[in-house]
Structure formats: C-alpha cells, structure tokens
C-alpha cells in the first residue's frame, strides 16, 4: 500500500542515509523541476562518488530477430509477421565486431530473439570464441568485452556461453511485480522462470544485468519502486531500463493513443528511475538507453546527466535495422554505424564526460564482490 510521504522533502529524502520503499515512491513522484534538479544533483555525485564520471560504450549488435517467444509488447514476437526475419552470419557479426574494435569501444553487446536451441547456442558460442580471438590488440590484450542478451537459457548453456567468453548478461524481468509480468507474457513464460534464468545467469559467473520497461499500461510508482528494491534483492551488476513505446503490430497496439499522450510522463518518469536506482544501488553499470532518444532527441544524454555511465552505439548492419523494431519511432535507423560514432561522441562529449575508450568498464560492483 502507498503511504504518501510528502511530509519530507525530496532534499530530506534523497539526503537519507538508507532509503526505503516509500521514499522511493515519493522520489519517483517528484514533479517538479527543482526536485528533479535537486534528484539529479544527488544521483550525478552518486556516480561521481562511487564509480566517476566516464562512460563506457558498448557497440550494439542486433545479431538476430528471430523469435520463438510472444511477448506481448514486442515489436520482433513471433507473431508479428511484417518483420523479414534474419540472423547475421559469422562473418558479418565478426566483421563487425572488428570495427566496434577499431573505434576502441572495448565491448560490444550481442542481442537477438530468443531461441534455445542447440544450433543456436553452438552458432554464438562458435562466434564468441571468434570475436575474443580476432579482436585482441595490444591496447585489448583480452578482445572485446562481451555481453550477452539472448533471453532465458539453461544453466548449463549460460556456462558454455560464459566459458567461450561472454562475461555480461542483460535479461530485463520487465516487472518484479508477477501479475504485471503475467499480463505483459502469454501463459508459457513464467515469472518464476525469469528468477530462475537470472539466478543462473549469476551462478555462471557472468555480470547480471537487468531492468524494465517504464510506463505501460497498469503499472505504478509503487511498482517501480519496489523494481528498484528487486534489483538490490538479486545484486544485480548492472541495470538497463526504458520507457515503453508501444509497437502497432502487438497486442498492445490498443494503448497507442494513451501511450503517446503520456509520453513525457513516462520519459520523466525513467529519467527519475535512473537517478533513484543510482541513489540506491551506488556502483552498478547503468545504461542510457536508445528508447530514451526515441522520445527526446537529447534524451541519452539527459540519461547521462541522470547518473547512467553505458552507453550503447548502433552498429547492427543498416541493411537489417528496420527489420528490429522493437517499438515505434526505434531511432538511428538510416545512420551508418561511422555516422553512429561521431554521434555519440559528440551527444557525450557535449555534456562534458570523458569516454573509456580501450576500456571494459566493467561493473564496479561486480568487481567489489
Ligand atoms: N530476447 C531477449 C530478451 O527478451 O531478453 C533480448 C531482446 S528483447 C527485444 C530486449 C528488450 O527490448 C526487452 O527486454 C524489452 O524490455 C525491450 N522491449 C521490447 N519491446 C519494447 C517496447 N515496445 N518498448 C520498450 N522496450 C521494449
């Protein structure tokens, strides 16, 4: 239940020495732009205190989109039969990841549908032996960084992954709320499943990223406070959330028109996410995610200036990019991943953080335990 705690001040609260679920919520219901300013402030010197200020790029290789799962809200779920399906082969994704290697990005991270089936699994570890092999330089003696985000898969093939040279995973619960996470999923994707998959993720070895979308329909402060207080709960790594963008060929295409009247809400709402879940968490990786860009022109940078330090360049072939959609307005489409760099280097640059170039940037909490 919300116990509205507006008797303190967001300065009184963020200044607290433990934070608990009802100063979350009332964090995440400021509104106004000096509490916003003052929440900022607060989450930015957070990071500064805990990690510092670079930020770490992570070149995004959206490998594959096809997809066995239906998730109701996903713009590549099986379902949707507008999308060409395809999978990059090999030798593009290690073309590829030879360029990430090339503008010293130091990481990359492989995404796609989920699959689990053993032609899929030996095709990535076959590639991720590859990449850790064809990238070192002198400036990476150990090849790029890799992180994975290929969904729930077995314990036993998270160790595969991890052995061939994988040691980040990003698996988003979405919502730790389990009746959300049950209306965002069709009846064969269990909430009890993803705890379980994020588990393994952990006994792997590998860093565990998670996070969730902000905004869709039925979800609440209170919920995504509690998200905040899951995150600690599972010691996760690393964090990676956005705004929900509804896609029109889903089942939740039903939400369109109220999903664009509240967007500012929503975007405000995951500017506020990111700074309370530094404020709590401290030394966790935190990306600004491409979805904020789609609301704001400037809104990767404002995810920087919120207290994230990851930032995650485009460089899916541009032939395949329109084929990942995973929602409305998805931007960098018809950039070309040279265009990309210049990009983000300057968004970056622009609000005065330096880059970790030629470095993994690996989580500080990670490293700590
Ligand atoms: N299949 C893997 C998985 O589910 O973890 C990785 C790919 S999946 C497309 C990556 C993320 O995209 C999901 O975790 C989800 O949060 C996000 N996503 C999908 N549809 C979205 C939408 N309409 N708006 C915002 N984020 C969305």
């Given at each position: 239940?919300?116990?509205?705690?507006?008797?303190?001040?967001?300065?009184?609260?963020?200044?607290?020495?433990?934070?608990?679920?009802?100063?979350?919520?009332?964090?995440?219901?400021?509104e106004?732009?000096?509490?916003?300013?003052?929440?900022?402030?607060?989450?930015?010197?957070?990071?500064?205190?805990?990690?510092?200020?670079?930020?770490?790029?992570?070149?995004?290789?959206?490998?594959?989109?096809?997809?066995?799962?239906?998730?109701?809200?996903?713009?590549?779920?099986?379902?949707?039969?507008?999308?060409?399906?395809?999978?990059?082969?090999?030798?593009?994704?290690?073309?590829?990841?030879?360029?990430?290697?090339?503008?010293?990005?130091?990481?990359?991270?492989?995404?796609?549908?989920?699959?689990?089936?053993?032609?899929?699994?030996?095709?990535?570890?076959?590639?991720?032996?590859?990449?850790?092999?064809?990238?070192?330089?002198?400036?990476?003696?150990?090849?790029?960084?890799?992180?994975?985000?290929?969904?729930?898969?077995?314990?036993?093939?998270?160790?595969?992954?991890?052995?061939?040279?994988?040691?980040?995973?990003?698996?988003?619960?979405?919502?730790?709320?389990?009746?959300?996470?049950?209306?965002?999923?069709?009846?064969?994707?269990?909430?009890?499943?993803?705890?379980?998959?994020?588990?393994?993720?952990?006994?792997?070895?590998?860093?565990?990223?998670?996070?969730?979308?902000i905004g869709?329909?039925?979800?609440?402060?209170?919920?995504?406070?509690?998200?905040?207080?899951?995150?600690?709960?599972?010691?996760?790594?690393?964090?990676?959330?956005?705004p929900?963008?509804?896609?029109?060929?889903?089942?939740?295409?039903?939400?369109?028109?109220?999903n664009?009247k509240d967007m500012l809400k929503i975007y405000n709402l995951a500017?506020k996410?990111?700074?309370?879940?530094?404020?709590?968490?401290?030394?966790?990786?935190?990306?600004?995610?491409?979805?904020?860009?789609?609301?704001?022109?400037?809104?990767?940078?404002?995810?920087?200036?919120?207290?994230?330090?990851?930032?995650?360049?485009?460089?899916?072939?541009?032939?395949?990019?329109?084929?990942?959609?995973?929602?409305?307005?998805?931007?960098?489409?018809?950039?070309?991943?040279?265009?990309?760099?210049?990009?983000?280097?300057?968004?970056?640059?622009?609000?005065?953080?330096?880059?970790?170039?030629?470095?993994?940037?690996?989580?500080?909490?990670?490293?700590?335990?």
């Amino acid at each position: 239940m919300y116990i509205n705690n507006k008797s303190n001040s967001i300065e009184d609260i963020i200044n607290k020495a433990k934070l608990d679920l009802y100063d979350l919520i009332t964090i995440l219901s400021a509104e106004s732009d000096e509490d916003l300013e003052l929440l900022r402030l607060k989450a930015y010197n957070t990071m500064l205190d805990y990690i510092g200020n670079k930020v770490y790029m992570r070149g995004l290789i959206e490998f594959s989109n096809i997809c066995t799962l239906d998730c109701y809200y996903c713009g590549i779920r099986k379902s949707n039969n507008k999308n060409e399906r395809y999978i990059l082969s090999k030798e593009e994704i290690i073309e590829t990841a030879k360029w990430i290697a090339s503008k010293n990005y130091a990481s990359l991270v492989l995404q796609s549908g989920e699959r689990q089936d053993e032609q899929f699994i030996s095709f990535l570890v076959d590639v991720i032996n590859t990449i850790k092999e064809e990238t070192k330089t002198d400036k990476l003696p150990d090849g790029l960084g890799i992180t994975l985000s290929v969904g729930e898969q077995t314990l036993e093939n998270y160790h595969r992954l991890y052995n061939a040279g994988a040691h980040r995973y990003l698996l988003r619960i979405e919502s730790s709320n389990s009746k959300l996470f049950a209306k965002l999923h069709p009846e064969n994707q269990s909430y009890i499943s993803r705890i379980e998959a994020l588990k393994n993720i952990k006994k792997s070895g590998m860093q565990l990223g998670t996070g969730v979308m902000i905004g869709f329909p039925g979800q609440t402060v209170e919920d995504l406070a509690n998200d905040i207080i899951f995150f600690k709960e599972i010691d996760a790594d690393m964090i990676g959330m956005g705004p929900y963008i509804v896609h029109n060929d889903t089942p939740m295409n039903i939400y369109l028109e109220q999903n664009k009247k509240d967007m500012l809400k929503i975007y405000n709402l995951a500017l506020k996410m990111i700074a309370a879940t530094r404020i709590f968490l401290k030394d966790v990786n935190i990306a600004s995610t491409t979805a904020l860009q789609a609301i704001n022109y400037f809104g990767r940078e404002e995810g920087l200036r919120f207290g994230a330090n990851i930032i995650m360049p485009q460089t899916t072939p541009i032939e395949y990019r329109k084929e990942y959609q995973l929602y409305e307005g998805k931007p960098c489409l018809d950039d070309i991943a040279e265009e990309c760099a210049i990009c983000v280097q300057n968004r970056i640059q622009s609000i005065g953080r330096p880059i970790g170039y030629n470095e993994w940037g690996d989580s500080r909490h990670f490293l700590k335990r």
